[in-house]
């Protein structure tokens, strides 16, 4: 539920960005919503698009990748992937794992039209 | 020519690269700059149809900034903020209630204060106020958090930052910027510029508990500038809740599990509970506790007291491992000694 605040967050941003930059639409917004963020992906989409009529996200393009999750093993000491919070390290099983990788949630770019 | 987005003006695409030659910045309250608010605003004509904008900017970013914003506050007027985190119905006002009242029996001077957030009603602050402890409630409407912004509102509306004064903190000669916006007794004085200690691991000089609303998803999310968050799970729910709600119990310091003069009734595996929420956070203090018959308050009082250390299981790991090498070297070297 909390991916309608993200939106609106979003949004902020663009219209941030607009009045630094004039345009009039965006075209393509591209976002990363790491598999540790904490965000339902489809929810934010699902914001996004109810949010977006009326705004200069109005008809935009969501694009929105998903770096997968990564941590340091702190007993393997290795890079090892993390699928999700509270799963193993798959290399020994135990849990003294740092997150380093999938907890981004950023505004990447946005493709803007300025006619 | 702008090597980003191929326009022909001299603007820049990345705040901290403002520009000396930009007259038209605005910067406001908060210190962000806004750009065109003037001239620049009319739309070049002869620009190409599409471009694109780099912002890699953090969603969180605008919420990360009032938090901060206020942690350096509470950091600096020794304030120990806490941000109680739970599902609904786990005692979170009930054991707040307990713990203000037993404070107020060792510290009779400590002044505290409470931010309650809900959806609605001002039940909750108005439990609070019966202990004579002032709490702001905030009500989220639709909301399902609470954010940094709403925070620095409440917290300059409560007494606490005049109740820390009029305690007698110290004044010397420090330079600090007070980050509310609110006009306030000292503000005008040079006696505000006082060396705000930080009580690092000392005795809190106040302390604020903020309620947060209860849910156990939305507000791992929002920082609001708190020392730590302090997640509180009753026996009456799953003792896999840690598994299940990950974020919040990865994001806490502290764990209180609550209600346990119940036990006796439940079916509930306890160390299964604890194991569960080291699964998902390795350095997670955890205190069991019943707000009704009083078990386990001193722990946590005791905890508070001492400014909610973070306790380093981490190092403690690092350490035991490095015995451990050290002691392995030694065996490898011995048959050549």
Redesign the interface.
């Known amino acids: 539920m909390h991916e309608v605040s993200l939106a609106g967050g979003i949004l902020s941003a663009v219209e941030a960005a607009a009045r630094r930059d004039p345009f009039v639409r965006v075209s393509r917004l591209r976002l990363e919503a790491g598999t540790l963020a904490g965000v339902e992906i489809e929810a934010l989409r699902f914001a996004l698009e109810a949010l977006a009529p009326g705004t200069l996200l109005a008809g935009a393009q969501i694009d929105i990748e998903q770096p997968p999750g990564q941590a340091w093993c702190l007993d393997c000491a290795i890079s090892v992937p993390l699928i999700e919070r509270g799963a193993g390290c798959p290399q020994c099983g135990g849990f003294w794992l740092q997150p380093t990788g999938g907890t981004e949630l950023r505004i990447l770019d946005l493709q803007v039209e300025d006619h | 020519m702008c090597v980003v987005?191929g326009c022909g003006t001299g603007?820049?695409?990345d705040?901290t690269e403002a520009p000396a030659t930009d007259s038209d910045v605005q910067v406001d309250a908060t210190g962000d700059?806004?750009?065109?608010?003037g001239q620049?605003?009319?739309?070049?004509p002869g620009?190409?149809?599409?471009?694109?904008?780099?912002?890699?900017?953090?969603?969180?970013?605008?919420?990360d900034r009032h938090a901060a914003r206020n942690r350096e506050n509470f950091t600096a007027h020794g304030v120990l903020a806490l941000n109680l985190v739970s599902s609904p119905g786990s005692g979170k006002t009930t054991l707040l209630c307990s713990t203000l009242m037993a404070l107020r029996q060792r510290r009779a001077d400590l002044p505290l204060a409470v931010i309650e957030g809900d959806q609605q009603t001002r039940h909750d602050a108005e439990r609070i106020r019966e202990t004579g402890v002032p709490a702001i409630q905030i009500n989220t409407g639709k909301?399902?958090?609470l954010?940094a912004r709403m925070i620095t509102e409440a917290y300059s509306r409560l007494p606490l930052h005049d109740a820390l004064h009029a305690a007698g903190h110290t004044h010397q000669s420090f330079v600090h910027s007070h980050v509310d916006q609110q006009p306030h007794a000292h503000v005008q004085t040079q006696q505000h510029q006082h060396s705000h200690h930080a009580h690092d691991g000392g005795e809190p000089a106040g302390m604020l508990f903020i309620e947060n609303v209860g849910n156990l998803?939305?507000p791992?999310?929002?920082d609001l500038g708190e020392a730590g968050k302090v997640a509180i799970l009753s026996v009456t729910e799953g003792e896999d809740k840690?598994?299940k709600y990950?974020?919040m119990f990865?994001a806490a310091r502290l764990m209180i599990l609550n209600k346990i003069d119940l036990l006796p009734h439940l079916d509930f595996d306890v160390q299964r509970c604890l194991d569960?929420a080291?699964?998902?956070n390795?350095q997670i203090q955890i205190i069991q506790l019943s707000a009704r018959d009083g078990t386990g308050l001193d722990a946590w009082l005791d905890w508070l007291l001492a400014g909610a250390p973070a306790v380093d299981r981490?190092a403690a790991?690092?350490a035991e491992?490095e015995a451990e090498l050290a002691r392995l070297k030694a065996q490898v070297e011995a048959p050549h000694a």
Do not use: F
């Open positions: 987005c603007h820049s695409h705040k700059l806004h750009y065109g608010e620049a605003r009319v739309s070049v620009m190409s149809q599409a471009r694109t904008i780099r912002l890699e900017q953090d969603i969180l970013g605008e919420n909301g399902c958090h954010d998803v939305c791992a999310l929002w840690p598994l990950p974020d990865a569960y080291r699964q998902v390795p981490r790991r690092i491992l």
